[in-house]
């Protein structure tokens, strides 16, 4: 069973930057390609970003240009780099992993972790 866990989270101010983490555990080889979702209460969870293992990244269009997902093969892990951050960037981030040929979301999940931006 894969694990997934997110680090990183926290209160900046607007236009500040922050970067998030998602570590595996246990084997990966399951994994295809990993991605972060972000919450609100009340709305459903947003892709924000994804990569692939061949890494492929693809983002949505309100963080094209300041946002950065990254990998790295040899430690299992996956980051987030937030930069010029909104308001509306707050939300409850979740790492999501999926195997190949299957959709988004895929059936492994992190804990979340809060990012909050302060006007």
């Known amino acids: 069973q894969v694990q997934l866990v997110e680090s990183g989270g926290g209160l900046v101010q607007a236009g500040g930057s922050l970067r998030l983490s998602c570590a595996a555990s246990?084997?990966?080889?399951?994994?295809?390609?990993t991605a972060w979702y972000r919450q609100t209460p009340g709305a459903q969870r947003e892709k924000v970003a994804h990569i692939t293992t061949g890494g492929n990244t693809n983002y949505t269009d309100s963080v094209k240009g300041r946002f950065t997902i990254s990998r790295d093969n040899a430690n299992n892990t996956v980051y987030l780099q937030m930069n010029s951050l909104k308001p509306e960037d707050t939300a409850v981030y979740y790492c999501n992993g999926r195997p190949f040929g299957t959709s988004w979301p895929g059936p492994y999940w992190g804990q979340g972790t809060q990012v909050t931006v302060s006007s």
């Open positions: 246990r084997s990966t080889f399951s994994i295809y390609a």
